[in-house]
């Protein structure tokens, strides 16, 4: 069986042939197109590199699902403490469905707070303007590669964080535009001089993230780091490349 795939306009035609063995003549038994569209508004998606995942993703999530169920949960069941008998006035009714609610709100929007800046997933561009390097690690017998880009200042970032009901949100952010973030459960802040101008695009970003420090152990992520912390000394091109492959030769040790 063997597979071709043509561009054509405003879509791939995908031709696939099934062929089977008759002694020793090959006999192709059907032919089968396929054509998948898409619209203008509807590109394939942009090819991305992930640099960083956060290690609390799933955790972050689920509880931030978990929060506003209970707050849903609480509207729901509130009304039914009018209708139910029993020797209670109604203005303690009325007392007891406040302080559940306001209970509720208060756990719901503090878990938001806290959880809203967690970066999940810190990703790259593979076509972004930064040179990129590929570094041959155990030589031509057992290849082992390992490729990075050159962080800048203008490298743009994606940062991946959860909305309010769990969704995926995105902000892409220039590495130059962010600073240290004093705000607890925050790592990292959009420039205050920069959110106007952030502000008035289509999908403003969020004006602060949460990365773990630990975490920022390859050279990109140190690039990144330091770039933040106003440090631009970020080393030099044949350091970062010499660093690189001593990481990836000491992984390869681990894994075997």
């Given at each position: 069986m063997f597979v071709r795939q043509a561009l054509c306009r405003n879509g791939f035609r995908t031709f696939t042939a099934v062929q089977t063995a008759r002694g020793s003549a090959l006999k192709t038994l059907s032919l089968v197109s396929h054509q998948h569209w898409y619209t203008t508004g509807s590109q394939p998606a942009e090819k991305e590199r992930a640099l960083y995942i956060g290690p609390l993703a799933n955790t972050a999530k689920y509880?931030?699902?978990?929060?506003?169920?209970?707050?849903?949960?609480?509207?729901?069941?509130?009304?039914?403490v009018f209708l139910i008998e029993a020797p209670i006035s109604f203005g303690m009714r009325s007392?007891?469905?406040g302080a559940a609610i306001a209970t509720s709100t208060v756990s719901t929007g503090?878990?938001?707070?806290?959880?809203s800046p967690y970066v999940t997933k810190i990703a790259i561009s593979e076509e972004h303007n930064g040179e990129h390097y590929t570094q041959d690690v155990l030589g031509d017998n057992n290849p082992l590669k390992t490729t990075?880009?050159?962080?800048?200042?203008?490298?743009?970032?994606?940062?991946?964080?959860?909305?309010?009901?769990?969704g995926v949100r995105i902000s892409q952010v220039k590495v130059g535009d962010l600073e240290?973030?004093?705000?607890?459960?925050?790592?990292?802040?959009?420039?205050?001089e920069k959110l106007p101008l952030y502000n008035q695009s289509s999908n403003p970003p969020k004006p602060t993230f949460y990365v773990h420090p630990?975490?920022?152990?390859?050279e990109e992520l140190k690039s990144i780091s330091k770039f933040i912390a106003g440090q631009t000394e970020a080393?030099?091109?044949?350091?970062?490349?010499l660093k690189?492959?001593?990481?990836?030769v000491a992984n390869r040790k681990i894994t075997n």
């Amino acid at each position: 069986m063997f597979v071709r795939q043509a561009l054509c306009r405003n879509g791939f035609r995908t031709f696939t042939a099934v062929q089977t063995a008759r002694g020793s003549a090959l006999k192709t038994l059907s032919l089968v197109s396929h054509q998948h569209w898409y619209t203008t508004g509807s590109q394939p998606a942009e090819k991305e590199r992930a640099l960083y995942i956060g290690p609390l993703a799933n955790t972050a999530k689920y509880l931030k699902i978990f929060s506003v169920s209970s707050l849903a949960l609480t509207f729901a069941v509130c009304p039914a403490v009018f209708l139910i008998e029993a020797p209670i006035s109604f203005g303690m009714r009325s007392i007891l469905v406040g302080a559940a609610i306001a209970t509720s709100t208060v756990s719901t929007g503090l878990v938001h707070w806290c959880l809203s800046p967690y970066v999940t997933k810190i990703a790259i561009s593979e076509e972004h303007n930064g040179e990129h390097y590929t570094q041959d690690v155990l030589g031509d017998n057992n290849p082992l590669k390992t490729t990075f880009s050159e962080i800048t200042p203008d490298t743009e970032l994606k940062l991946y964080t959860y909305k309010f009901l769990g969704g995926v949100r995105i902000s892409q952010v220039k590495v130059g535009d962010l600073e240290p973030s004093n705000r607890p459960f925050t790592s990292w802040g959009v420039k205050k001089e920069k959110l106007p101008l952030y502000n008035q695009s289509s999908n403003p970003p969020k004006p602060t993230f949460y990365v773990h420090p630990n975490l920022l152990d390859t050279e990109e992520l140190k690039s990144i780091s330091k770039f933040i912390a106003g440090q631009t000394e970020a080393g030099s091109k044949r350091d970062i490349a010499l660093k690189a492959a001593a990481e990836a030769v000491a992984n390869r040790k681990i894994t075997n």
